[in-house]
T-cell receptor, first 110, second 114 residues
């Protein structure tokens, strides 16, 4: 089942902060975050595993609430380069396929 | 080191024609995936192969078939294309199994069915 992302779209000025949320109705092993620029392939940002392990981008942080099956991506002091569509992907058990949400479009202007 | 290579990049088909999208990876990954991307729908999983010799249906498998030819290659076939299959198709790979292993995507294949 597809995870639910919110909001659908965010408009920011440079330097502002944003939070993108992802929730699932199923118990999760991991949550992934990817960013896609227009006309390009999605690129990995962050992975959070059940149990606390995480790996990802230096300037982007995320959290994973295992009890609520929710994850949030925190974009602080946004830059123009942050613009794009952000997808969360959820993995129900280790080694199963990632199911992605519908995406959140982030637009950052100067 | 090309990573994940998809061919063709663009294709126009007529309704009822067949075609195969090819995906090859040189990352020695075990798991390979096919997703389709449509406006407002996100990335939807069509089929995947957790390891060489296995394939499984994803969220939207109808109208597609796949072949995991070997560890490197995973193809997606449309036997009788329909306009509803107009989409951008992404192949992705990862190590598989447990742990923090992430997806690497190919550049995508844009398919238009008239």
């Amino acid at each position: 089942q597809q995870p639910v992302q919110s909001p659908q779209a965010v408009i920011l000025r440079e330097g502002e902060d944003a939070v993108i949320n992802c929730s699932s109705s199923k118990a999760l092993y991991s949550v992934h975050w990817y960013r896609q620029k227009h006309g390009e392939a999605p690129v990995f940002l962050m992975i959070l595993l059940k149990g606390g392990e995480q790996k990802g981008h230096e300037k982007i942080s995320a959290s994973f609430n295992e009890k609520k099956q929710q994850s949030s991506l925190y974009l602080t002091a946004s830059q123009l380069s942050y613009s794009g569509t952000y997808f969360c992907g959820t993995e129900a058990q280790a080694g199963t396929a990632l199911i992605f949400g519908k995406g959140t479009t982030l637009s950052v202007s100067s | 080191n090309a990573g994940v290579t998809q061919t063709p990049k663009f294709q126009v088909l007529k309704t009822g024609q067949s075609m195969t999208l090819q995906c090859a990876q040189d990352m020695n990954h075990n798991s390979m995936y096919w997703y389709r991307q449509d406006p407002g729908m996100g990335l939807r999983l069509i089929y995947y192969s957790a390891s060489e010799g296995t394939t499984d249906k994803g969220e939207v498998p109808n109208g597609y078939n796949v072949s995991r030819l070997n560890k490197r290659e995973f193809s997606l076939r449309l036997e009788s294309a329909a306009p509803s299959q107009t989409s951008v198709y992404f192949c992705a790979t990862r190590t598989g199994g447990s742990g923090a292993n992430v997806l690497t995507f190919g550049a995508g294949s844009r398919l238009t069915v008239l």
